[in-house]
């Protein structure tokens, strides 16, 4: 099981990145595929899920209606489309991959190595 970020990167307050997490080694449309996120000091935190089995996605409340999570079943791939940047939203982004869907870190098993995003104000 492989999970791969890129994307990340350093952005002005109010400006967009998209992420994207490369998975292989497990079969796509049967997992949940979570974003989440770890800024310095503080816990790893859910962002964003999306579960192709169970039709659904998940935000955390601090991301609503900013942040986008997609996926293409055909690249294996899972995407967080970030708008509205905050210096906030600053932390090491990892993506990972579960059998049940939520914002729950002990759902998922398989993470990657992560990916800097950074919001200068």
């Known amino acids: 099981v492989q999970l791969v970020e890129s994307g990340g990167g350093l952005v002005q307050a109010g400006g967009s990145l998209r992420l994207s997490c490369v998975t292989s080694?497990?079969?796509?449309?049967?997992?949940?595929i979570a974003w989440f996120r770890q800024a310095p000091g503080k816990d790893r935190e859910g962002v964003s899920c999306i579960s192709r089995s169970y039709d659904n996605t998940y935000y955390s409340e601090s991301v609503k209606g900013r942040f986008t999570i997609s996926s293409d079943s055909a690249k294996k791939t899972v995407y967080l489309q970030m708008n509205s940047l905050k210096p906030e939203d600053t932390a090491v982004y990892y993506c990972?991959?579960?059998?049940?869907?939520?914002?729950?870190?002990?759902?998922?098993?398989?993470w990657g190595q992560g990916t800097q995003v950074t919001v200068s104000s």
């Open positions: 990972a991959a579960g059998v049940l869907p939520g914002l729950y870190e002990m759902l998922y098993h398989h």
């Open positions: 080694g497990f079969s796509f449309d049967d997992y949940a």
